[in-house]
T-cell receptor, first 117, second 115 residues
Framework: DGGITQSPKYLFRKEGQNVTLSCEQN?????MYWYRQDPGQGLRLIYY???????QKGDIAEGYSVSREKKESFPLTVTSAQKNPTAFYLCATQGWGRVEIRTGELFFGEGSRLTVL | KNQVEQSPQSLIILEGKNCTLQ??????????LRWYKQDTGRGPVSLTI?????NTKSNGRYTATLDADTKQSSLHITASQLSDSASYIC??????????????FGRGTQLTVWP
């Protein structure tokens, strides 16, 4: 079953706790992204990785951390430093073939909804 | 400032009716524009992509248009179905030549189709 798997689908966290959201893909895509989605707002980029063992901050990286130890996996940790972590988190991937570079289509996972109690 | 604005913010139509969603952008230089459909609680899925040289592209009951001169795109949905109820997101890619430019996301139009 090809695609992107995000887990957990729903997560509740107490204030002061770190949580890690999982993103696994078997599309053999090099680039992976984490976005945050809030009601009435466009998707905002948290972190992205274009290759294993390398990642870059996006527009709203403060309070988040990532790792990219394997091509298939790009977990996101929401730390206690994130002031307002309640949101819907989306993981996406993109291929780096010639056509994929030209079209730039993102493939999204099903999302993880994090709620801070 | 590169921006993507979508209108209306929300829309309610009756099943079987047509509707048109708008996307205006200021991203320049422009590489391509893509419409995504996002069902509630799910990830977005690409509907169609428009490049600079394309004016119209259809995908079933979805037809996207692009006017690169005025920097406007529209998504027309024909004979709407209940399953069309979703958020429709306009995404514009900045042109960086041979490498991928950043993406600019609109806030989406929330479409509700009533029976």
């Amino acid at each position: 079953d090809g695609g992107i798997t995000q887990s957990p689908k729903y997560l509740f966290r107490k204030e002061g706790q770190n949580v890690t959201l999982s993103c696994e893909q078997n599309l053999n895509h090099d680039a992976m992204y984490w976005y945050r989605q809030d009601p009435g707002q466009g998707l905002r980029l948290i972190y992205y990785s274009q290759i294993v063992n390398d990642f870059q901050k996006g527009d709203i990286a403060e309070g988040y951390s990532v790792s990219r130890e394997k091509k298939e996996s790009f977990p996101l940790t929401v730390t206690s430093a994130q002031k307002n972590p309640t949101a819907f988190y989306l993981c996406a991937t993109q291929g780096w073939g010639r056509v994929e570079i030209r079209t730039g289509e993102l493939f999204f996972g099903e999302g993880s909804r994090l709620t801070v109690l | 400032k590169n921006q993507v604005e979508q209108s209306p913010q929300s829309l309610i139509i009756l099943e079987g009716k047509n509707c048109t969603l708008q996307c205006n952008y200021t991203v320049s230089p422009f590489s391509n524009l893509r419409w995504y459909k996002q069902d509630t609680g799910r990830g977005p899925v690409s509907l169609t992509i428009m490049t600079f040289s394309e004016n119209t592209k259809s995908n079933g009951r979805y037809t996207a248009t692009l006017d690169a001169d005025t920097k406007q795109s529209s998504l027309h949905i024909t004979a709407s179905q209940l399953s069309d109820s979703a958020s429709y997101i306009c995404v514009v890619r900045y042109d960086r030549g041979s490498t991928l430019g950043r993406l600019y996301f609109g806030r989406g139009t929330q479409l509700t189709v009533w029976p």
